[in-house]
């Protein structure tokens, strides 16, 4: 599958959509030289596919408190035996996406996101299956402070992308290999607010009248990749 070895918790990354999971499974111990230099273990998730169903659809919207509000839907399903499609997406927002450092009260924590999931099945032939998918997901979300009246709130911007196709074929009876290629960016962009960092009073005045030429950051990760298997099976050594 495709690697993300990166931070995938919220402050980092958007959050991987659960509709889009079809099962996931934690693996522990002595890992397949296939999942690299992994020491502690790997979380394996497979997506849906389109083969699961004939045809399949659903979708939903929620409210909560805090002004928050969640709403998703995907479709799915095959043509013929040969071939399948899956797709998904869905969108958040709130007043409160993370919950503040203690000391005063829920400030500046609001949060929004939006995500896209598309997948494809193809069996070719008796020996060959081809599958294709690719995932977008992006959310913008406040870093908690206690300047209510501050111009220029920390704020920080998420997105990741995913895109990969897979290649199996089957040799013999005995015997299939498969090709992987696959890329991956990770990104975040943040506002500085660096007077959340000034403690004297004097300095936080000055600093507000020229916060809004603060600086702020980005960061960026990305990987492109090929795996290539060859599998033997029911061979004895």
Same mark, same amino acid.
């Given at each position: 599958g495709i690697p993300l070895t990166t931070n995938q918790t919220r402050i980092y990354a958007p959050l991987l959509p659960v509709n889009i999971i079809e099962s996931a499974d934690l693996l522990r111990g002595s890992l397949d030289p296939e999942?690299?230099?992994?020491?502690?273990?790997? !979380?394996n998730v497979t997506t849906r596919s389109g083969f699961d169903e004939p045809m399949f659809g659903g979708a939903e919207y929620g409210l909560a408190s805090d002004n928050t509000r969640s709403a998703s839907a995907d479709l799915g399903g095959h043509? &013929?035996?040969?071939?399948?499609?899956?797709?998904a997406?869905?969108? /958040?927002? #709130?007043d409160r996406y993370l919950d503040p450092v203690s000391g005063f009260a829920p400030n500046h924590t609001a949060g929004s996101g939006r995500? #896209? /999931?598309?997948?494809?099945?193809? $069996?070719?032939?008796?020996? !060959?299956? $081809?599958?294709a998918l690719g995932y977008y997901g992006q959310t913008e979300l406040g870093i908690p402070n206690h300047f209510i009246a501050s111009t220029q709130d920390q704020t920080a911007t998420l997105t990741s992308s995913v895109a990969g196709l897979?290649?199996?074929?089957?040799?013999?009876?005995?015997?299939?290999?498969? !090709?992987?290629?696959?890329?991956?960016?990770?990104?975040?962009? !943040?506002?500085?607010?660096g007077i959340d960092r $000034?403690?004297?009073?004097?300095?936080?005045?000055?600093?507000l009248k020229s916060e809004r030429y603060f600086v702020g950051a980005h960061r960026?990760?990305?990987?492109? &990749?090929?795996? /290539?298997?060859?599998?033997?099976?029911?061979?004895?050594?």
């Open positions: 999942y690299g230099v992994a020491m502690s273990g790997i !979380l043509i &013929g035996q040969r071939a399948a499609y899956y797709v997406g869905g969108a /958040f927002s #709130g995500d #896209g /999931f598309a997948k494809v099945n193809v $069996i070719a032939s008796d020996k !060959l299956d $081809i599958v897979r290649m199996n074929y089957s040799v013999s009876d005995g015997a299939a290999m498969s !090709l992987l290629a696959y890329t991956r960016h990770q990104a975040m962009d !943040l506002t500085s607010n $000034i403690s004297a009073v004097a300095d936080v005045a000055t600093a960026s990760d990305a990987e492109t &990749g090929l795996q /290539f298997e060859y599998a033997l099976k029911n061979h004895a050594l």
